[in-house]
């Protein structure tokens, strides 16, 4: 008996500790998962079943009626909308990731005077939350006339220190000094370094950083409430907010904002499981440097 019980309690308690470990990860993904799930369940029902059966429950499956009714309601206005947020998005993530790949290049792999300084600049940015710099923005744009523009909210987008961060993270880590240093003995300029030997070494983390700057500009409530005042020119997310604030006036728009707000969450679903593989990649490198 002596023998067998030291060898008996590791076992035990690696099963008790995987136990916990699995409990506790169960408990955070049924609570990750329960919004998303009431979402799904009632987007299926007409707007009695709403108030009328359980949250949970499901009613008679009304999903591709209250879809049909969201795209023609107001001249399918809601179309737009969801047009206006993947151009935002798009466009956005896209140039702002180009644009942090390439500060966070140069912040790496150039020698400056007050680099380092200007890159702790970049560093407290970071830490400004996005909703103080609204008003001044706001009135910047104002004193130009781009409020009331799409370009009032593509322009903020472009501008991300935590994604030059990243980057200057991923070129350390991705692109050594004597590839480069090769590709100029071979008498390639800096842009064409940077754009046919270090940007496709650095794809994992391009991808990365614009999985951040693509969630984070589809989720760009704030500045579109401040910038926009024309329906014609919302994205989604405002759009629905401002049904939502008329439903008790109009009680039917309590369904289409469900719907849509369900059919809003698809293009980020598609978005990280398209990009999933990158996305790992990319913060695998970034912890391990």
Known sequence: MSTRTPTAR????????????????VVFALYTLMP??????AATKNYRDLFATNPFALGDFNLWANIEALFAYNDGIYARWFANSLLYTVVGALLSTLISVACGYAFDKYEFQGREKLFGVVLIGVLVPATVVQLPLYLMASEIGLVNTYWAVLIPSLVNPFGVYLARVFSEGYVPGEVLEAARVDGAGELRTFASVSLPMLAPGFMTIFLFSFTAAWNNFYGALMMLNDERLFPVNLGLFMWHRNVYQQPELYSLVIAGAL??????????????RFWRSGLTAGATK
């Open 10 to 25: 590791p076992q035990t308690a690696r099963l008790t500790s995987r136990v916990v470990v699995n409990g506790v990860l």
């Open 36 to 41: 998303l799930t009431w979402l799904v369940i």
């Open 263 to 276: 059919v809003a969450v698809l293009p980020l679903i598609v978005a990280f499981l398209c990009l999933q």
